[in-house]
């Protein structure tokens, strides 16, 4: 990462998230996360385990983060990106199995998306993360979760 800190905004606070931030924040350069206001009892664990703000909606997640991680069940991916203020410079990094770049970017204003598959050894650093398609921050981010490869295609 740069010098700058980017704002990481998490899009989908449940399970797997709360594996990923730990492992994420064992980093040298710790990164701003901003939590969606959506399941609150993980939002709120987060927030209060590592001294986390929560936003007060998606919205505001969006207008405020550089990244957005999305981390939502497939079918809940539609109603989760509509009508959000995307905006092209953004990264989305999408932990939504299943769910293609094709369907996000549909949502999205132009965003560049990366899919990552990790599990919940990230928490350890112990995570093997699949990567498509090959994104250099997306792998800079989630390395200290444990390493990361990229596949040839979706």
Sequence with gaps: MTDETLKIGILGVGHLISYLVPGMLRASQKPDFLLSPRNH????MLAQNHNLEIATSNVELVERCDVIILSVRPLQV???LEGLPWRAE???ISLCAGVSI???AALTNGASITRALPVTAARFGESPTALYPGCE???TLLGPCGPTFVLEDE
Excluded at 41 to 44: K, L, R, V, Y
Aim: proline residues 0%.
């Design 90 to 92: 953004q990264t989305i």
């Design 102 to 104: 094709a369907e996000i």
């Design 137 to 139: 921050l997306t792998a």
């Design 41 to 44: 009892q993980t939002a709120q």
């Design 78 to 80: 539609k109603g989760a």
